[in-house]
DNA sequence: ATAGAAACATACATGAATGTTTGTAAATAG
DNA sequence: CTATTTACAAACATTCATGTATGTTTCTAT
Protein backbone atom coordinates (compact mmCIF):
# COMPACT_ATOMS: atom_id res chain seq x y z
CA UNK A 1 0.00 0.00 0.00
CA UNK A 2 2.96 2.38 -0.62
CA UNK A 3 1.95 5.18 -2.12
CA UNK A 4 4.15 7.59 -4.43
CA UNK A 5 5.46 10.86 -2.69
CA UNK A 6 2.90 13.43 -4.38
CA UNK A 7 0.28 10.71 -2.85
CA UNK A 8 2.06 10.59 0.37
CA UNK A 9 2.00 14.66 0.35
CA UNK A 10 -1.69 14.56 0.01
CA UNK A 11 -2.62 12.64 2.83
CA UNK A 12 -0.37 14.45 4.81
CA UNK A 13 -2.57 17.54 3.63
CA UNK A 14 -5.84 15.62 4.17
CA UNK A 15 -4.88 15.10 8.00
CA UNK A 16 -4.00 18.48 8.53
CA UNK A 17 -7.50 19.48 6.76
CA UNK A 18 -9.21 16.54 9.18
CA UNK A 19 -7.46 18.14 12.57
CA UNK A 20 -8.86 21.36 11.66
CA UNK A 21 -11.84 20.37 11.22
CA UNK A 22 -11.75 18.14 13.82
CA UNK A 23 -10.35 20.76 16.29
CA UNK A 24 -12.51 23.39 15.48
CA UNK A 25 -15.26 20.79 16.33
CA UNK A 26 -13.79 19.22 19.84
CA UNK A 27 -10.88 21.67 20.98
CA UNK A 28 -7.37 20.56 20.63
CA UNK A 29 -7.14 18.61 23.47
CA UNK A 30 -10.08 16.73 23.93
CA UNK A 31 -9.59 15.75 19.54
CA UNK A 32 -8.29 12.52 19.57
CA UNK A 33 -6.50 11.06 16.88
CA UNK A 34 -8.78 8.75 16.08
CA UNK A 35 -11.72 11.28 15.16
CA UNK A 36 -8.95 13.09 13.09
CA UNK A 37 -7.55 10.07 11.38
CA UNK A 38 -11.61 8.53 10.57
CA UNK A 39 -12.27 12.19 9.23
CA UNK A 40 -8.67 12.22 6.97
CA UNK A 41 -9.95 8.42 5.76
CA UNK A 42 -6.79 6.79 7.33
CA UNK A 43 -5.89 5.08 10.31
CA UNK A 44 -3.61 6.49 13.23
CA UNK A 45 -0.80 4.54 11.62
CA UNK A 46 -0.30 7.18 9.18
CA UNK A 47 -0.97 10.03 11.68
CA UNK A 48 1.87 8.33 13.24
CA UNK A 49 4.12 8.19 10.20
CA UNK A 50 3.67 12.22 9.50
CA UNK A 51 3.56 13.55 12.71
CA UNK A 52 5.53 12.85 16.27
CA UNK A 53 1.65 13.73 18.38
CA UNK A 54 -0.73 15.69 18.72
CA UNK A 55 0.83 18.93 19.48
CA UNK A 56 3.12 18.78 16.04
CA UNK A 57 0.19 18.27 13.60
CA UNK A 58 -1.45 21.45 15.77
CA UNK A 59 2.35 23.48 15.05
CA UNK A 60 2.06 22.12 11.50
CA UNK A 61 -1.63 24.06 11.41
CA UNK A 62 -0.64 27.31 12.88
CA UNK A 63 2.34 27.45 10.76
CA UNK A 64 1.39 26.80 7.33
CA UNK A 65 -1.00 29.85 7.69
CA UNK A 66 -0.31 33.72 7.71
CA UNK A 67 -1.23 35.19 10.40
CA UNK A 68 -3.20 38.70 9.64
CA UNK A 69 -0.62 40.32 11.78
CA UNK A 70 2.29 39.15 9.17
CA UNK A 71 0.42 40.80 6.68
CA UNK A 72 0.14 44.12 8.23
CA UNK A 73 3.94 44.22 8.95
CA UNK A 74 4.81 43.51 5.62
CA UNK A 75 2.14 45.75 4.17
CA UNK A 76 3.46 48.52 6.86
CA UNK A 77 6.58 48.65 6.35
CA UNK A 78 6.40 49.26 2.53
CA UNK A 79 5.75 53.15 2.47
CA UNK A 80 8.31 54.98 5.24
CA UNK A 81 8.22 58.36 3.78
CA UNK A 82 4.40 59.26 3.80
CA UNK A 83 2.22 59.75 6.93
CA UNK A 84 2.99 56.89 9.29
CA UNK A 85 -0.58 57.10 10.62
CA UNK A 86 -2.36 57.00 7.15
CA UNK A 87 -0.25 54.01 7.06
CA UNK A 88 -1.21 52.43 9.85
CA UNK A 89 -4.81 53.01 9.10
CA UNK A 90 -5.10 51.59 5.60
CA UNK A 91 -2.92 48.66 6.84
CA UNK A 92 -5.22 47.60 9.23
CA UNK A 93 -8.38 47.74 6.61
CA UNK A 94 -6.59 45.92 4.25
CA UNK A 95 -5.56 43.63 7.57
CA UNK A 96 -9.10 43.28 8.04
CA UNK A 97 -10.02 42.90 4.33
CA UNK A 98 -7.96 39.50 4.15
CA UNK A 99 -9.01 37.87 7.09
CA UNK A 100 -12.93 38.67 6.17
CA UNK A 101 -12.16 36.58 2.53
CA UNK A 102 -9.69 33.51 3.91
CA UNK A 103 -11.64 31.21 5.39
CA UNK A 104 -9.10 29.30 6.81
CA UNK A 105 -7.80 32.10 8.40
CA UNK A 106 -10.58 32.45 10.24
CA UNK A 107 -10.78 28.86 10.83
CA UNK A 108 -7.67 28.61 12.94
CA UNK A 109 -8.14 32.38 14.62
CA UNK A 110 -11.00 30.66 16.09
CA UNK A 111 -9.17 27.67 17.14
CA UNK A 112 -6.15 29.47 18.45
CA UNK A 113 -8.39 31.63 20.50
CA UNK A 114 -11.72 29.67 21.35
CA UNK A 115 -10.70 25.89 21.27
CA UNK A 116 -7.32 25.33 22.74
CA UNK A 117 -6.23 25.12 26.22
CA UNK A 118 -2.45 26.22 26.31
CA UNK A 119 -0.57 24.02 28.20
CA UNK A 120 2.67 21.91 28.01
CA UNK A 121 3.66 20.62 24.41
CA UNK A 122 1.13 23.11 22.61
CA UNK A 123 2.33 26.55 24.71
CA UNK A 124 5.22 26.33 22.16
CA UNK A 125 2.49 27.56 20.15
CA UNK A 126 1.51 30.53 22.08
CA UNK A 127 4.86 31.58 22.39
CA UNK A 128 5.04 32.12 18.41
CA UNK A 129 1.89 34.28 19.09
CA UNK A 130 3.68 35.92 20.99
CA UNK A 131 6.82 36.38 19.30
CA UNK A 132 4.04 37.96 16.55
CA UNK A 133 2.74 40.19 18.70
CA UNK A 134 5.89 41.70 19.87
CA UNK A 135 7.23 42.27 16.50
CA UNK A 136 4.15 43.94 15.46
CA UNK A 137 3.97 45.41 18.57
CA UNK A 138 7.58 47.16 18.16
CA UNK A 139 6.66 47.97 14.69
CA UNK A 140 3.64 49.55 15.65
CA UNK A 141 5.82 51.53 18.60
CA UNK A 142 8.59 52.37 15.84
CA UNK A 143 5.83 54.08 13.44
CA UNK A 144 4.46 56.11 15.97
CA UNK A 145 7.78 57.04 17.56
CA UNK A 146 8.38 58.85 14.08
CA UNK A 147 4.93 60.45 14.61
CA UNK A 148 6.25 61.85 17.62
CA UNK A 149 9.75 63.33 16.30
CA UNK A 150 7.47 64.91 14.06
CA UNK A 151 5.49 66.74 16.70
CA UNK A 152 2.29 64.82 14.88
CA UNK A 153 1.46 62.79 17.74
CA UNK A 154 -1.25 63.80 20.60
CA UNK A 155 0.18 64.70 23.49
CA UNK A 156 -2.25 62.48 25.21
CA UNK A 157 -0.87 59.22 23.79
CA UNK A 158 2.73 57.74 23.78
CA UNK A 159 3.78 56.02 21.61
CA UNK A 160 3.80 52.12 23.64
CA UNK A 161 0.24 53.03 24.68
CA UNK A 162 -1.21 53.81 21.27
CA UNK A 163 0.54 50.73 19.96
CA UNK A 164 -1.40 48.86 22.64
CA UNK A 165 -4.68 50.44 21.96
CA UNK A 166 -4.40 49.91 18.22
CA UNK A 167 -3.58 45.98 18.69
CA UNK A 168 -6.25 45.95 21.53
CA UNK A 169 -8.81 47.18 19.16
CA UNK A 170 -8.11 45.09 16.05
CA UNK A 171 -7.58 41.86 18.16
CA UNK A 172 -10.94 42.72 19.65
CA UNK A 173 -12.65 43.53 16.64
CA UNK A 174 -11.47 40.00 14.73
CA UNK A 175 -12.61 38.15 18.29
CA UNK A 176 -15.94 39.79 18.90
CA UNK A 177 -16.67 39.06 14.98
CA UNK A 178 -15.68 35.31 15.26
CA UNK A 179 -17.57 34.90 18.67
CA UNK A 180 -20.61 36.37 17.12
CA UNK A 181 -20.43 34.35 14.35
CA UNK A 182 -20.28 37.68 11.76
CA UNK A 183 -22.95 39.01 13.17
CA UNK A 184 -21.60 42.73 12.06
CA UNK A 185 -19.41 43.78 9.05
CA UNK A 186 -16.17 43.42 10.07
CA UNK A 187 -14.38 45.91 7.69
CA UNK A 188 -16.95 48.63 8.06
CA UNK A 189 -16.82 48.83 11.79
CA UNK A 190 -13.34 48.14 12.01
CA UNK A 191 -12.46 50.66 9.40
CA UNK A 192 -14.65 53.37 11.44
CA UNK A 193 -13.44 52.06 14.60
CA UNK A 194 -9.77 52.41 13.89
CA UNK A 195 -10.13 55.60 12.01
CA UNK A 196 -11.47 56.74 15.62
CA UNK A 197 -8.68 55.62 17.29
CA UNK A 198 -5.67 56.74 14.85
CA UNK A 199 -8.08 60.19 15.23
CA UNK A 200 -7.40 60.72 18.45
CA UNK A 201 -3.44 59.85 18.22
CA UNK A 202 -3.63 62.87 16.06
CA UNK A 203 -2.01 65.95 18.08
CA UNK A 204 -4.82 69.41 17.46
CA UNK A 205 -7.17 66.28 16.25
CA UNK A 206 -8.28 64.92 20.17
CA UNK A 207 -10.08 67.78 21.11
CA UNK A 208 -12.05 68.99 17.75
CA UNK A 209 -11.78 72.76 18.12
CA UNK A 210 -8.13 72.64 17.66
CA UNK A 211 -8.21 71.51 13.88
CA UNK A 212 -9.73 74.39 12.38
CA UNK A 213 -6.80 76.07 11.60
CA UNK A 214 -5.18 73.37 9.23
CA UNK A 215 -5.46 73.10 5.68
CA UNK A 216 -7.78 70.43 3.50
CA UNK A 217 -5.06 68.63 2.28
CA UNK A 218 -3.91 67.49 5.85
CA UNK A 219 -7.87 66.76 6.53
CA UNK A 220 -7.87 64.58 3.92
CA UNK A 221 -4.56 63.10 4.58
CA UNK A 222 -6.30 62.35 7.98
CA UNK A 223 -8.63 60.26 6.03
CA UNK A 224 -11.45 61.53 7.56
CA UNK A 225 -13.43 62.49 4.41
CA UNK A 226 -12.80 59.47 2.90
CA UNK A 227 -15.82 57.19 2.26
CA UNK A 228 -15.09 53.72 3.15
CA UNK A 229 -15.40 52.01 -0.01
CA UNK A 230 -12.35 54.43 -1.43
CA UNK A 231 -10.16 53.34 1.79
CA UNK A 232 -10.53 49.60 1.27
CA UNK A 233 -9.25 50.34 -1.95
CA UNK A 234 -6.59 52.20 -1.59
CA UNK A 235 -5.64 49.68 1.02
CA UNK A 236 -6.17 47.12 -1.94
CA UNK A 237 -3.75 48.89 -4.03
CA UNK A 238 -1.33 48.92 -1.63
CA UNK A 239 -1.36 45.50 -1.08
CA UNK A 240 -1.39 44.59 -5.12
CA UNK A 241 1.53 46.74 -5.24
CA UNK A 242 3.47 45.00 -2.75
CA UNK A 243 2.82 41.30 -4.54
CA UNK A 244 4.32 42.25 -8.13
CA UNK B 1 -15.17 11.89 60.25
CA UNK B 2 -18.29 13.57 59.68
CA UNK B 3 -18.06 17.64 59.66
CA UNK B 4 -20.22 20.02 60.71
CA UNK B 5 -22.31 21.97 58.04
CA UNK B 6 -20.29 25.34 57.91
CA UNK B 7 -17.30 22.88 57.81
CA UNK B 8 -18.57 21.03 54.44
CA UNK B 9 -19.16 24.26 53.19
CA UNK B 10 -15.91 25.48 53.97
CA UNK B 11 -14.62 22.00 52.25
CA UNK B 12 -16.82 23.28 49.34
CA UNK B 13 -15.40 26.46 48.77
CA UNK B 14 -11.72 25.21 49.54
CA UNK B 15 -12.59 22.48 46.26
CA UNK B 16 -13.61 26.01 44.06
CA UNK B 17 -10.77 27.49 45.08
CA UNK B 18 -8.02 24.78 44.28
CA UNK B 19 -9.87 24.44 41.38
CA UNK B 20 -9.56 27.71 40.34
CA UNK B 21 -5.94 27.92 40.59
CA UNK B 22 -5.56 24.57 39.03
CA UNK B 23 -7.81 25.41 36.23
CA UNK B 24 -5.15 28.65 35.50
CA UNK B 25 -2.58 26.40 35.19
CA UNK B 26 -3.55 23.29 33.59
CA UNK B 27 -6.72 24.33 31.65
CA UNK B 28 -9.99 23.11 32.40
CA UNK B 29 -9.90 20.17 30.48
CA UNK B 30 -6.39 19.05 30.83
CA UNK B 31 -6.71 19.46 34.86
CA UNK B 32 -7.12 16.16 36.82
CA UNK B 33 -10.00 15.66 39.31
CA UNK B 34 -7.09 14.41 41.06
CA UNK B 35 -4.93 17.87 41.27
CA UNK B 36 -7.83 19.74 42.20
CA UNK B 37 -8.83 17.17 45.50
CA UNK B 38 -4.44 17.11 46.18
CA UNK B 39 -4.83 21.13 46.18
CA UNK B 40 -7.39 21.37 48.16
CA UNK B 41 -6.19 18.82 50.65
CA UNK B 42 -9.51 16.39 50.27
CA UNK B 43 -9.81 12.97 48.28
CA UNK B 44 -11.66 12.56 45.08
CA UNK B 45 -14.66 11.32 47.00
CA UNK B 46 -15.42 14.86 48.91
CA UNK B 47 -15.30 16.41 45.17
CA UNK B 48 -17.94 13.62 44.08
CA UNK B 49 -19.73 14.25 46.71
CA UNK B 50 -20.28 18.00 45.96
CA UNK B 51 -20.06 19.05 42.62
CA UNK B 52 -21.33 16.22 39.69
CA UNK B 53 -18.39 16.42 37.72
CA UNK B 54 -15.81 18.90 36.37
CA UNK B 55 -18.18 20.87 33.84
CA UNK B 56 -20.44 21.31 37.47
CA UNK B 57 -17.14 22.53 39.19
CA UNK B 58 -16.88 25.18 36.56
CA UNK B 59 -20.37 26.15 36.03
CA UNK B 60 -19.76 26.99 39.97
CA UNK B 61 -16.83 29.11 39.61
CA UNK B 62 -18.38 30.92 36.74
CA UNK B 63 -21.51 31.41 38.48
CA UNK B 64 -20.26 32.79 41.94
CA UNK B 65 -18.72 36.05 40.17
CA UNK B 66 -19.68 38.92 38.87
CA UNK B 67 -18.80 39.59 35.02
CA UNK B 68 -17.48 43.07 34.77
CA UNK B 69 -20.17 43.50 32.06
CA UNK B 70 -22.82 43.22 34.67
CA UNK B 71 -21.17 45.73 36.42
CA UNK B 72 -21.70 47.83 33.42
CA UNK B 73 -25.11 46.77 32.95
CA UNK B 74 -26.46 48.39 36.34
CA UNK B 75 -24.16 51.59 36.35
CA UNK B 76 -25.94 52.11 32.94
CA UNK B 77 -28.84 51.84 33.56
CA UNK B 78 -29.05 54.49 36.39
CA UNK B 79 -29.53 57.91 34.63
CA UNK B 80 -31.20 57.68 31.58
CA UNK B 81 -31.41 61.77 31.64
CA UNK B 82 -27.99 62.44 31.44
CA UNK B 83 -26.30 62.45 28.00
CA UNK B 84 -26.10 58.66 27.06
CA UNK B 85 -22.38 58.79 26.17
CA UNK B 86 -21.04 60.01 28.88
CA UNK B 87 -22.78 57.63 30.87
CA UNK B 88 -21.21 54.98 28.73
CA UNK B 89 -17.74 56.26 29.02
CA UNK B 90 -18.31 56.35 32.64
CA UNK B 91 -19.75 52.95 32.81
CA UNK B 92 -17.03 51.59 30.47
CA UNK B 93 -13.93 53.46 33.04
CA UNK B 94 -15.34 52.11 36.10
CA UNK B 95 -15.73 48.65 34.23
CA UNK B 96 -12.35 48.81 33.74
CA UNK B 97 -11.37 50.37 37.41
CA UNK B 98 -13.38 47.10 39.08
CA UNK B 99 -11.53 44.98 36.83
CA UNK B 100 -8.00 45.88 37.55
CA UNK B 101 -8.73 45.68 41.48
CA UNK B 102 -10.80 42.15 41.47
CA UNK B 103 -7.94 39.18 40.97
CA UNK B 104 -10.61 37.02 41.10
CA UNK B 105 -12.52 38.19 38.26
CA UNK B 106 -9.35 38.73 36.35
CA UNK B 107 -8.47 34.66 37.48
CA UNK B 108 -11.58 33.47 36.05
CA UNK B 109 -11.51 36.05 32.66
CA UNK B 110 -8.32 34.38 32.00
CA UNK B 111 -9.74 30.88 32.42
CA UNK B 112 -12.70 31.57 30.27
CA UNK B 113 -10.66 33.14 27.81
CA UNK B 114 -7.20 31.22 27.40
CA UNK B 115 -8.14 28.26 29.54
CA UNK B 116 -10.60 26.25 28.09
CA UNK B 117 -12.20 24.14 24.97
CA UNK B 118 -15.63 24.74 25.17
CA UNK B 119 -17.17 21.24 24.18
CA UNK B 120 -20.02 19.32 24.91
CA UNK B 121 -21.10 20.34 29.12
CA UNK B 122 -18.71 23.17 29.08
CA UNK B 123 -20.34 25.10 26.17
CA UNK B 124 -23.35 25.72 28.70
CA UNK B 125 -20.75 27.99 30.41
CA UNK B 126 -20.61 29.81 27.25
CA UNK B 127 -24.27 29.83 26.55
CA UNK B 128 -24.32 31.69 30.14
CA UNK B 129 -21.74 34.43 28.49
CA UNK B 130 -23.61 34.59 25.22
CA UNK B 131 -26.50 35.90 27.26
CA UNK B 132 -24.47 38.62 29.27
CA UNK B 133 -22.83 39.93 26.10
CA UNK B 134 -26.50 39.96 24.22
CA UNK B 135 -27.76 41.67 27.11
CA UNK B 136 -24.94 44.81 27.20
CA UNK B 137 -25.12 44.74 23.82
CA UNK B 138 -29.28 45.36 23.55
CA UNK B 139 -28.17 47.66 26.54
CA UNK B 140 -25.70 49.39 24.33
CA UNK B 141 -28.38 49.70 21.20
CA UNK B 142 -31.13 51.53 23.59
CA UNK B 143 -28.78 54.34 24.54
CA UNK B 144 -27.24 54.87 21.29
CA UNK B 145 -30.78 55.14 19.30
CA UNK B 146 -31.74 57.66 22.54
CA UNK B 147 -28.72 59.71 20.99
CA UNK B 148 -30.14 59.05 17.33
CA UNK B 149 -33.20 60.44 18.45
CA UNK B 150 -31.79 63.66 20.05
CA UNK B 151 -29.66 63.77 16.47
CA UNK B 152 -26.53 63.67 18.70
CA UNK B 153 -25.57 60.67 17.15
CA UNK B 154 -23.06 60.62 14.01
CA UNK B 155 -24.58 59.62 10.78
CA UNK B 156 -21.25 57.36 10.41
CA UNK B 157 -22.41 54.91 12.99
CA UNK B 158 -25.98 53.19 13.56
CA UNK B 159 -26.35 52.32 17.35
CA UNK B 160 -25.95 48.17 16.46
CA UNK B 161 -22.75 48.92 14.93
CA UNK B 162 -21.46 51.83 17.85
CA UNK B 163 -22.49 49.14 20.09
CA UNK B 164 -20.16 46.48 18.51
CA UNK B 165 -17.51 48.59 18.47
CA UNK B 166 -17.66 49.46 21.81
CA UNK B 167 -18.00 45.92 23.26
CA UNK B 168 -14.70 44.68 20.71
CA UNK B 169 -12.82 47.81 22.18
CA UNK B 170 -13.66 46.81 25.98
CA UNK B 171 -12.99 42.99 25.25
CA UNK B 172 -9.86 43.67 23.15
CA UNK B 173 -8.49 45.88 26.36
CA UNK B 174 -9.55 42.97 28.85
CA UNK B 175 -7.80 40.46 26.56
CA UNK B 176 -5.30 42.40 25.64
CA UNK B 177 -4.19 43.40 29.56
CA UNK B 178 -4.16 39.71 30.69
CA UNK B 179 -2.77 38.15 27.65
CA UNK B 180 0.51 40.72 27.65
CA UNK B 181 0.27 40.05 31.56
CA UNK B 182 -0.85 43.34 32.30
CA UNK B 183 1.69 45.32 30.39
CA UNK B 184 0.50 48.07 30.11
CA UNK B 185 -1.96 50.41 32.62
CA UNK B 186 -5.06 49.45 31.75
CA UNK B 187 -7.39 51.92 32.81
CA UNK B 188 -5.61 54.73 31.05
CA UNK B 189 -5.20 53.01 28.00
CA UNK B 190 -9.09 51.88 28.34
CA UNK B 191 -10.13 55.49 28.67
CA UNK B 192 -7.95 57.23 25.78
CA UNK B 193 -9.02 54.65 23.38
CA UNK B 194 -13.07 54.67 24.95
CA UNK B 195 -12.93 58.29 25.02
CA UNK B 196 -11.67 58.44 21.03
CA UNK B 197 -14.17 55.73 20.18
CA UNK B 198 -17.12 57.83 21.57
CA UNK B 199 -15.96 60.92 20.31
CA UNK B 200 -16.42 59.46 16.91
CA UNK B 201 -20.33 58.47 17.75
CA UNK B 202 -21.00 62.66 18.37
CA UNK B 203 -22.12 64.16 15.46
CA UNK B 204 -20.26 66.81 14.21
CA UNK B 205 -17.75 65.36 16.51
CA UNK B 206 -16.19 62.47 14.30
CA UNK B 207 -14.94 65.41 11.27
CA UNK B 208 -12.74 67.83 13.66
CA UNK B 209 -13.36 71.02 11.42
CA UNK B 210 -16.97 71.21 12.00
CA UNK B 211 -17.02 71.66 15.63
CA UNK B 212 -15.72 75.12 15.65
CA UNK B 213 -19.01 76.56 16.06
CA UNK B 214 -20.37 74.64 19.13
CA UNK B 215 -20.12 75.75 22.23
CA UNK B 216 -17.96 75.44 25.38
CA UNK B 217 -20.24 73.71 26.98
CA UNK B 218 -20.98 71.34 24.09
CA UNK B 219 -17.33 70.83 24.30
CA UNK B 220 -16.86 70.13 27.75
CA UNK B 221 -19.97 67.81 28.14
CA UNK B 222 -18.29 66.00 25.08
CA UNK B 223 -15.93 65.05 27.67
CA UNK B 224 -12.66 66.12 25.79
CA UNK B 225 -11.28 68.25 28.13
CA UNK B 226 -11.17 66.44 31.09
CA UNK B 227 -8.75 64.44 32.47
CA UNK B 228 -8.58 61.00 33.56
CA UNK B 229 -8.58 61.30 37.14
CA UNK B 230 -11.28 63.65 37.40
CA UNK B 231 -13.17 61.01 34.53
CA UNK B 232 -12.53 58.17 36.90
CA UNK B 233 -13.30 59.91 40.14
CA UNK B 234 -16.73 61.01 38.38
CA UNK B 235 -17.05 57.00 37.83
CA UNK B 236 -16.46 56.02 41.05
CA UNK B 237 -18.73 58.67 42.74
CA UNK B 238 -21.19 57.56 39.82
CA UNK B 239 -21.04 53.69 41.60
CA UNK B 240 -20.96 54.71 45.01
CA UNK B 241 -23.96 56.24 44.48
CA UNK B 242 -25.41 53.08 43.02
CA UNK B 243 -24.05 51.42 46.02
CA UNK B 244 -25.76 53.60 48.95
C1' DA C 1 15.37 -7.41 -11.23
C1' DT C 2 15.74 -7.02 -6.55
C1' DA C 3 17.08 -5.00 -2.23
C1' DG C 4 15.75 -1.70 0.57
C1' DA C 5 13.03 1.78 2.20
C1' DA C 6 8.87 4.45 2.21
C1' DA C 7 3.95 4.71 3.37
C1' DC C 8 1.02 3.17 5.63
C1' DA C 9 -2.39 -0.66 8.45
C1' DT C 10 -2.99 -3.58 12.38
C1' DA C 11 -2.37 -5.21 16.88
C1' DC C 12 -0.93 -4.67 21.45
C1' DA C 13 0.65 -2.75 25.73
C1' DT C 14 0.33 0.89 28.98
C1' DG C 15 -1.31 4.34 31.85
C1' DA C 16 -4.25 7.51 33.41
C1' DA C 17 -8.63 9.61 34.43
C1' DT C 18 -13.23 8.73 35.29
C1' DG C 19 -17.24 7.13 37.63
C1' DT C 20 -19.02 3.98 41.03
C1' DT C 21 -19.22 1.36 44.98
C1' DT C 22 -18.35 0.43 49.49
C1' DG C 23 -16.78 1.68 54.06
C1' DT C 24 -16.94 4.68 58.17
C1' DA C 25 -16.94 8.10 61.69
C1' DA C 26 -19.33 11.75 63.40
C1' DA C 27 -23.27 14.94 63.50
C1' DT C 28 -28.07 15.48 63.97
C1' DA C 29 -32.94 14.39 64.24
C1' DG C 30 -36.48 12.23 66.90
C1' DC D 1 -30.05 7.65 73.54
C1' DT D 2 -30.10 5.44 69.01
C1' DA D 3 -31.14 5.51 64.34
C1' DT D 4 -30.21 7.58 60.45
C1' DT D 5 -28.09 10.42 57.47
C1' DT D 6 -24.20 13.33 56.27
C1' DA D 7 -19.61 14.10 54.67
C1' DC D 8 -16.35 12.29 53.28
C1' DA D 9 -12.19 8.31 52.36
C1' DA D 10 -10.60 4.28 50.03
C1' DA D 11 -10.82 0.74 46.78
C1' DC D 12 -12.45 -0.95 42.51
C1' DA D 13 -13.83 -1.44 37.73
C1' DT D 14 -14.02 0.45 33.26
C1' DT D 15 -13.06 3.10 29.55
C1' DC D 16 -10.17 5.11 26.37
C1' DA D 17 -6.46 7.64 24.31
C1' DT D 18 -1.80 7.22 23.60
C1' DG D 19 2.41 5.27 22.00
C1' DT D 20 4.91 1.54 20.12
C1' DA D 21 5.87 -2.51 17.76
C1' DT D 22 5.15 -5.28 14.00
C1' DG D 23 3.33 -6.51 9.58
C1' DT D 24 2.48 -5.61 4.62
C1' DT D 25 2.54 -3.67 0.29
C1' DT D 26 4.30 -0.91 -3.24
C1' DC D 27 7.56 2.48 -4.97
C1' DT D 28 12.26 3.43 -6.25
C1' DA D 29 17.04 3.39 -6.70
C1' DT D 30 20.80 0.77 -8.64
Known sequence: ???????????????????????????????????????????????????????????????????????LIEQAQSGEQVDPLDLLLEAGISCLQ?????????????????RCEYVGELSEVLDRLREVNTR???????????????KMLSPDWTPEDAARALIASMSGLLNEWVRTDKAFDLVDVGTKSTRALIASFRRNADISI??????????????????????????????????S
Open 210 to 243: AACGTSPDALLSAGMHAKTKEVTNHGRKARAKLE
Open 98 to 114: TFVEDERQQRVFTIIHQ
Open 136 to 150: VHQLFVRLLQTCKRR
Open 1 to 71: MRRTKAEAEETREAILEAAERIFLENGVNQSTLMQIAECAGVTRGAIYFHFKDKADIYKSIVDRIRFPQED
